[in-house]
């Protein structure tokens, strides 16, 4: 029975689809079945995946909307990582389901039928807070929080824990953790944040902290992950490293 992650930070660039992305290629490293949810218009996921933007025919949106919604999973480079990708139709989403009943809970009902088949659904979100969000959060077991170590993407994470704070109100939602990312060794900021973030989430902030790594950037425009694009890099390792704190804390 899949376990389903959204990856949400309102707050952009903070290491949200980087995340979703390795991370999945590291637990499909560890035998797991893994189904990426590109939900960003961005399309960041699904092109970091290999798959080109005018490849895609029928994305996200179509999995949520149509009646018949089995061919929009996409098969990988990776034989346990399957991707729903995003287009642009995202954009008009929120526009389209206006007027539909219970539609924080369209992603919900849809990936339950998918359950069976994946051990983990990891949600790449987009950084806002609406109802791509809302859906993401209803759909999901438990959230990610990457964190970037500066101090705008620290100032944001308040109002991320608020969010989901109201979301347990309703169903249960697990923080799976907060993950600091982009950790530069070379100033004292980045370790400031570090400390901050521990102290004020100790039991929810990951062991595993991701650092600035030119492998991570650079995997993307091979269309590959960093483990795929260089196993053995640091990034690689942060990754795989959080994988296996994932795995140990089911
Ligand atoms: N550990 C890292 N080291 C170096 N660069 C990184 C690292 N993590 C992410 N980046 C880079 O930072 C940028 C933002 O990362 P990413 O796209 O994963 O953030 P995001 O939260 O998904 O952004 P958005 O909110 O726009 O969706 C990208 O260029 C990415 O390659
Ligand atoms: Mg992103």
Do not use: W
Request: charged share 25%.
């Amino acid at each position: 029975m899949a376990k389903v992650i959204s990856i949400v930070h309102q707050k952009g660039g903070v290491g949200k689809t980087t995340t979703t992305v390795n991370l999945g290629a590291a637990l499909a490293l560890e035998n797991k079945k893994i189904l990426i949810v590109d939900f960003d218009q961005q399309a960041n996921a699904t092109i970091t995946l290999g798959i080109k933007r005018e490849e895609v025919q029928r994305d996200i949106v179509n999995f949520l909307l149509d009646d018949c919604s089995n061919n929009v999973i996409l098969k990988t480079g990776d034989s346990n990582l399957d991707l729903i990708p995003a287009s642009l139709k995202i954009a008009t989403f929120e526009q389209m389901i206006q007027n539909v009943e219970d539609k924080e809970l369209l992603l919900q009902k849809k990936l339950d039928t998918l359950k069976d088949i994946y051990d983990y659904i990891l949600i790449d979100c987009p950084p806002a807070l609406g109802v791509i969000i809302d859906n993401a959060l209803y759909a999901s077991d438990s959230v990610i929080i990457p964190v970037e170590c500066s101090f705008y993407a620290y100032d944001a994470l308040t109002q991320m824990v608020n969010k989901i704070d109201e979301i347990q109100k309703v169903k249960p939602l697990e923080i799976e953790g907060i993950l600091l990312t982009k950790l530069d060794n070379r100033n004292t900021i980045g370790y400031n944040i570090v400390e901050k973030v521990k102290f004020e989430f100790p039991f929810k902030t990951f062991n595993t902290i991701i650092s600035i790594s030119s492998h991570i950037q650079e995997a993307p425009m091979y269309g590959k992950s960093v483990i795929q694009f260089s196993y053995n890099s640091r990034g690689s390792k942060e990754y795989r490293d959080l994988a296996k704190e994932i795995l140990e804390g089911k």
